[in-house]
């Protein structure tokens, strides 16, 4: 039985540790926070996805899965900690890397193998993570194993993800990914493909940032395809029936903490101008392309009250990190005179004033579907455009009836 240590019990992390333990590894997860060990100690689960909550139940139940708030010994200890972004300067933020490092040294034991989940920007392994973990007097590549294995699951999907999708393996030295193999393959049920360290890195980057800049292409498009009175949506889905093409969905631009954010990680050290930044700026410029296209029937939004529709940063899910339907409400309240209701049925985060979707309409100008929930699709025309002002609706997603929602509102499309 191997002994893991999961440094971390975030959205990658916990999923990660139950997934370990469900699989027959004895593992200890430990975090930082002493909010987060003692509220999973009482059994609550601070992540919302699903079938995580009975997951990590299992796994803790079965007594393969404690959860602790210091590092203890272990034959593997993964990291799985955050690496933010570095809004002004583009770059990314090792600082938890760093602190995992540094914590993690004085356990360190010959024979020991260290793999970093986090996702980095190329050479952070090498030349940041072996520095601080040879504090320890140990070398790296002989006395312990080091490993980059980055994260490829989807939020909304982990749980199968992490058990099926392929991995890559990328050791500082072979020794080192065959230790890391091993213990990948508990519960791995895809393919593993094995590589070195900065290879690794370099791949994950790349994955998220194919994913961005197809998007950036498809909204480019979507923007001309308005510009010819063409539906972007039928356009691409007809463009993709050709075998070689495969454009991903418009929309109102791209959230989450992977795809707005690795795409800068990969370009960071990258002085050329590139595609990949291009993309970015067209994403991240959807917002007000919105707006602009929402003027177009109202004319100027001073006065106006939006109803915008989802603030999760895509369908389906409750998470609203980098949320494009938040972003839009942000850049509505600091035009001035523009207010915002918000509704979302998967979100419940008291901060936010989410209100249901007929208070969030009453006495609108528009309605803005700023996310794909399933709900959305089932929402009555008639009832909630009854008590708008103005009966504006901007479907940036493709999830409303078109002949419906047209009947009882003028409805725009991306
Ligand atoms: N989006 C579009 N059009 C599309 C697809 C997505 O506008 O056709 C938007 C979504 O609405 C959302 C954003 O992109 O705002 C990101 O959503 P996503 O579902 O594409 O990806 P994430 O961020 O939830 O997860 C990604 C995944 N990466 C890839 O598919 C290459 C996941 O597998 C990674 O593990 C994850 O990033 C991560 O942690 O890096």
Not at 295 to 316: D, H, M, Q, R, T
Request: proline share 5%; charged share 20%.
């Amino acid at each position: 039985m191997n002994t893991v240590c999961v440094h971390g019990l975030g959205y990658i992390g916990l999923p990660t540790a139950a997934m370990l333990a469900n699989h027959d590894n004895t593992v200890v997860g430990y975090d930082v926070s002493d909010a987060i060990v003692s509220q999973l100690e009482s059994g609550e689960i601070h992540i919302d996805e699903p079938g995580l909550r009975a997951f990590v139940t299992q796994a803790l139940e079965s007594g393969n899965l404690e959860v602790n708030g210091t590092v203890v010994p272990s034959k593997y200890h993964m990291i799985c900690v955050p690496t933010p972004f570095e809004e002004e300067s583009k770059q990314a933020n090792l600082e938890y890397i760093r602190d995992a490092g540094e914590t993690l040294a004085p356990h360190i034991r010959e024979g020991d193998t260290v793999i970093l989940e986090s996702t980095v920007p190329p050479g952070t392994t090498t030349d940041v993570l072996r520095p601080l973990l040879e504090k320890s007097g140990l070398e790296a590549g002989s006395d312990f194993s080091l490993v980059h294995c980055p994260e490829t699951v989807l939020p909304g999907n982990i749980i199968t993800e992490l058990q099926q999708n392929d991995r890559i393996i990328g050791g500082i030295n072979d020794i080192s990914t065959e230790t890391a193999v091993h213990l990948y393959e508990s519960f791995v049920e895809g393919d593993i493909y094995q590589t070195n360290a900065r290879t690794a890195e370099f791949v994950k980057l790349i994955q998220n940032t194919y994913r961005d800049t197809n998007i950036g292409l498809a909204n480019e498009i979507a923007k001309i395809a308005n510009e010819y009175e063409v539906n972007a949506h039928e356009a691409i889905q007809l463009a993709n029936n050709h075998p070689r093409v495969d454009l991903l969905n418009p929309g109102p631009g791209v959230g989450g903490h992977c795809l707005p954010i690795d795409p800068w990680f990969l370009t960071q050290a990258y002085d050329q101008e590139s595609l990949i930044e291009r993309a970015r700026e067209v994403n991240d410029g959807m917002i007000e392309y919105v707006i602009q296209r929402l003027e177009e029937p109202l004319g100027s939004l001073e006065g106006s009250l939006i109803a915008i529709f989802g603030v999760a940063y895509k369908g389906n899910i409750a998470d609203t990190r980098q949320s494009p339907g938040l972003a839009l409400a942000r850049t509505l309240q600091e035009r001035g005179d523009v207010s915002v209701t918000l509704f979302d049925p998967h979100v419940s985060d008291q901060t936010l004033n989410i209100v249901s979707a007929q208070e969030a309409t009453t006495g609108s100008d528009a309605i803005v579907i700023m996310t794909d929930h399933d709900e959305f699709a089932r929402l009555d025309p008639e009832s909630l455009t009854r008590e708008m002002d103005k009966t504006v609706v901007f479907d940036t997603k493709d999830v409303l009836d078109q002949e419906a929602w047209t009947a009882h509102s003028t409805l725009l499309t991306i």
